[in-house]
């Protein structure tokens, strides 16, 4: 069984920054592909950000050139760094591993001045 556990969110201004993080238990965390996406009230969730096996990167155009996944596959941990954070960037962000569909519990991010 494989648990993701999100933190790092919390209450920011308008134009601050946040870094996510994820941290996998069990083995081979390298093997694979991790996303992250987030849902905001009364609508879908969607994927924000995709980050291979192998380092490769792909985002959302809502959040491309704010936001940068990345990944520590010594630490199991796959990052978001969120920066020039808007108030529609508002939403839990979850972290997904695609493979065995498996989800984490969700952090709050909420941008507001």
């Known amino acids: 069984q494989v648990q993701l556990v999100e933190s790092g969110g919390g209450l920011v201004q308008p134009g601050g920054s946040l870094r996510l993080s994820c941290a996998a238990s069990?083995?081979?965390?390298?093997?694979?592909?991790m996303g992250w996406h987030r849902q905001a009230p009364g609508k879908q969730r969607e994927l924000v950000a995709f980050i291979s096996s192998g380092g490769s990167t792909n985002y959302a155009y809502s959040v491309k050139g704010r936001f940068t996944v990345s990944r520590d596959n010594a630490k199991n941990t796959v990052y978001l760094q969120m920066n020039n954070l808007k108030p529609e960037d508002t939403a839990v962000y979850y972290c997904n591993r695609p493979f065995g569909g498996y989800w984490g519990q969700g952090t709050q991010v909420t941008v507001s001045s």
């Open positions: 069990g083995r081979s965390f390298g093997m694979y592909s």
